[in-house]
Structure formats: structure tokens, C-alpha cells
């Protein structure tokens, strides 16, 4: 029962599908359901891949991964690039954190969030492109599927003994403090037995690499902001996203 209630808070949440129904108290199985993030992961990415499948057997695989990118917009609402962009704008802001802070809560999109976006869309395009043969239908299918769970995953790990802060009281990061360390392990597991699944040795390689990148990041946002707040939780994504795939591209090259 949590496990579903969870999923439809999530999709309430992360999307703009609404799933209709009463679940109480919703910010209780937002943050209780943690461990089930990895699994909302696969079905948002189970949608985006499918429609990448479907799209590479009509059109060549970089466009219909571009037209994945645009879906992902539509599907989410450019929940996870918005925080990216805001968390661009406050800390390259080279302010003082508070200022930092408000900064990323200015709803105006500023000049180092733009091209932070525009540096995330040709990173993905660019490295997707680059190696497409690592990406071809079924691959492709795979590397889709997997990203959005992996992203998903990095968010739970970052809960880890989380310090919230905020330019002002509350924010929807807030609902993720105190979460359980065994719901973050649980998520931790959902991740690499999927990714082992998937890719055997190099799915271990693959978490490895986005769990070193995490501890940095994890570093850097705390000596610049001080605490995690919504931004720089979900901004993270679209940083995992790239890494993510840029690991699988090279991997599969070499191994």
C-alpha cells in the first residue's frame, strides 16, 4: 500500500500527471516512501524509453533521443533543469550564501542559469551523438530506462543526514529531512541491482562513479550554501544525467 500511494504522490509531485484519489496525509509518503524513488525512476524512464524506441525505428537515433529530451520537458514540466538553472544562477553568483539564496529562490531566470541549460542540452545531444553506437534501439532503450532511475537514486543518497537550508522558512526540500538511513540503503540496493542486471561489472563501475561525484558535490553544496535545499537536491540530475551517460557511452566502447 505505501509502495502505490507513494507512486502517485510522486507522479503528483515530479509530473504533470495527476492521479486522482485521497492519500491523506501526501508529504508523509513523499518522504516515507523514499526507497521507492528508484522505482518511480524506471517509469518515468519506462515512458521516455519507449517512446525513444519507437522513434529510432522511423527516424535516425540522435533525433529521436531529442525528441526524449522534449518529452521529458512535457512529462516533468523541466521540474529537475529549473532547479539546475536556479541553483546555477546562486552559486555562480559569487555572492554571500544568504544572497545565494535568495537569488536561487528569483523565479527570473539569470544569465549563468541559461547557460547552464544550454550546456546540459549539448553535453546529453553531444555525448548521445558521439556515441551513438553504444545507444542504438534496445541500448538506447536500456541507457533511458536506467538514467531516470540513477537520477532518482542520487537524490535518496544525498538525504543521507541532510542539512536543510533555505532563504526562507520551509521549501518543498524540506519534506525530505529526517528520512530513514534504512529507506536510503533499500533505494541504494534498487539502483545497483538494476544496474547490475543491465550491465554486470560496469554497472558497479557505473555507481561507483555517481556516488564519488556525489560525495563531492555533496562537499561543495555545504561549504557554498551551507545545506541542501529543493534546488540543489534536484539539481543535481541533470549533472548525474550527463555523467551517467557519458559513463555508458565510454564503457561500452571499451569493454
Known amino acids: 500500500m505505501t509502495l502505490f500511494k507513494s507512486m502517485i504522490a510522486y507522479f503528483r509531485f515530479f509530473t504533470r500527471i495527476y492521479i486522482p484519489g485521497d492519500l491523506g496525509n501526501e508529504l508523509y509518503y513523499l518522504n516515507h516512501g523514499s526507497k521507492f524513488l528508484p522505482i518511480f525512476g ?20 540522435p533525433l529521436a533521443f531529442m525528441v526524449v529530451l522534449l518529452t521529458d520537458v512535457c512529462l516533468t514540466g523541466a521540474m529537475h533543469q529549473d532547479g539546475f538553472a536556479d541553483l546555477s544562477d546562486g552559486i555562480f553568483s559569487s555572492r554571500k550564501q544568504e544572497r545565494m539564496l535568495e537569488i536561487m529562490k528569483d523565479s527570473r531566470l539569470g544569465t549563468m542559469g541559461a547557460l547552464a541549460l544550454i550546456f546540459y542540452y549539448l553535453f546529453m545531444v553531444g555525448i548521445f551523438t558521439n556515441y551513438v553506437d553504444q545507444f542504438r534501439l534496445w541500448d538506447g532503450y536500456s541507457a533511458i530506462l536506467l538514467m531516470h532511475m540513477v537520477g532518482k537514486s542520487d537524490i535518496v543518497l544525498l538525504f543521507y543526514k541532510m542539512k536543510y537550508r533555505n532563504a526562507t522558512h520551509g521549501g518543498l ?3 525530505w529531512s529526517n ?13 545497483i541491482a538494476f544496474l547490475v542486471g543491465f550491465y554486470q561489472v560496469a554497472g558497479v563501475i557505473i555507481y561507483l562513479i555517481q556516488v564519488l561525484f556525489l560525495l563531492v558535490y555533496r562537499r561543495f553544496i555545504l561549504k557554498k550554501l551551507g545545506g541542501f535545499n529543493g534546488d540543489s537536491l534536484g539539481g543535481v540530475v541533470p549533472i548525474t544525467n550527463v555523467l551517467f ?6 564503457l561500452g566502447a571499451w569493454l
Do not use: K
Open 173 to 175: 526540500g524540506q519534506i
Open 179 to 191: 528520512v530513514a538511513i534504512s529507506d536510503i540503503v533499500i533505494a541504494q540496493v534498487i539502483a
Open 245 to 250: 551517460l557519458l559513463s555508458v557511452g565510454v
Open 42 to 61: 524506471l517509469l518515468i524512464g519506462l515512458i521516455e524509453a519507449s517512446i525513444y524506441y519507437l522513434g529510432a525505428l522511423v527516424v535516425q537515433a
